[in-house]
């Protein structure tokens, strides 16, 4: 997620942008204003409801905590104003310190790239096994009213960790990456956006295990009859039993299982609890031929290695730029990948984990006449649920009219920033500022190479997933791992927020699929059914 640079203690006025009508709010605190702060449309581009802002506020204190690891004076903060989550980064320093400890930050960025593979394999992940085993294994139906509660809270903090280790664990990520974009531009002027990236594509494992997996389990449908006409209709009976698809469905489920919500946003399910929406996706693919993972993942590498050669033979009179270049692939292709492998882990891992307890303390709460149905719980606030399973009483009517408060802000689109203007440009993973185009096209980064046409599905968030046919762009706010099932029968990707490091450039050039990112305007611009022609280097989208 993105974050506005502090610009000091300095009070000025605050400065509003003409917003829609209803986007009234109040500060929550008066040196609030002093900021500029920054809707996150690339995360959460969607109306959250009470719990899932009260996830977000997880969130920025995960983000603090990188800033107190390296020792610099910055807290970030959130907000979540008329269900729209808002980030800022904050300081009491003066102006001038505020700006010198910017200018250090990549030198102190980098000072943690030679540890990063250790922290993350030796201490992250085996930390975030045992919190998410904590967690599943809560029984909120036969726990005692106080241990449930304290269990709870409990929770909570482990999520709020685990988003600690998320962000010092990508600290000296994208530090890489970025410098390797920076001496590959330097080395080949005319380089498109993502080009440089294109060196470590085919390496994050989280996601072609994932890919390997559908491969697997399309093949298999592909072969069994009876699982295959199964999976034409709207799969309201029950599945084939006595399949070899049925056994493989459950182990990738098993593994993969915590993928599925499109965005950040606690009260989307993965596909453990909707596996028709995984189900759905790989029905599709049976009506396309075959192209294999492995065989794909090879052509990658290759495709990097000959990129590689290619740089180094015009950057033969250049040795010392050349020997810095190598070696900041060495480590970008070490821990590069964890800039999206810390989505698998963490983001979906988290969120999923923090999710299925929330249904199961709903049940709980069903149990004791407080509301109706285990997903009213996401309208409620993480701290009332603790008091309720503690004392039950009657929220029924809350309920209904936050789900009614709910449903006009999803339609009542915020102002993209609120407080202070912005300032600065952003890094390779945000949004890029905005490029002009000329008529009939939309520009934004290229992230993944290839031109390809086809027409626009424009997916505005997952109740849009089951329009997506094979051969169709895909035109959405954002993505991540949990798009690789429709990546995978898709043509091309568009995305309105993002650059070349973020999760959708990430995921598409694993997959080999073009994309351009960042156009700011794709889903308001491109038409549903469009005929469009995108081309992933040059960042071009032409409208038909």
Known sequence: MSVVEPQGAKVREPILPPGPPGFAFEWERESDARYSWEWDDMHMPEALSPLSGDYVRCMGQGFAYRYAQLGVAVDIEARVWNGYAYFTATSDLEPDEVSAIWESMPELRRSVIPSTAGYWSERAIPELRASYAVIEAIDAAAMGPEDLAAAWD?????????????????????QVLNDLADQYEALVPEASAGEALKLIQGSVTEVQDVADGLDRLTDLARSDPAVAAWLATDLSEPMPVGHAFQ????EFLRRHGHLGQSWDDLQLSSWRIEPV?????????????ADAAVARRQHLAEDADALLERVRLRAAKQPDQLRMLEETLEHARQIGPISETHNYWIDRMAQDALHRLALRVGERLVASGVIDAPADAFYLHRDEIRDLILDPTDQRELVAVRREEHEQQRATPPPRWV????????TRFETPEPIPHGKDEVRGAGASPGTVRGPARVALG????????PGDIIVCPSSNPSWVPLFSIAAGLVTDTGGVLSHAA??????GLPAVVGTREGTTTIRDGQLIEIDGSSGIVRLL
């Open 154 to 174: 409990e929770s909570w903090a482990r999520v709020e960790r685990a988003w600690r280790i998320h962000f010092f664990a990508i600290t000296g990520v994208y």
């Open 247 to 250: 056994e493989a469905l459950e």
């Open 277 to 289: 929406k995984l189900l759905r996706d790989i029905g599709k693919r049976l009506e396309q031929p």
């Open 419 to 426: 407080g202070q203007p912005p300032e600065g440009g952003g």
């Open 462 to 469: 997952q109740d849009d997933f089951e329009r997506i046919q």
């Open 506 to 511: 990430v995921v598409a050039r694993e997959l």
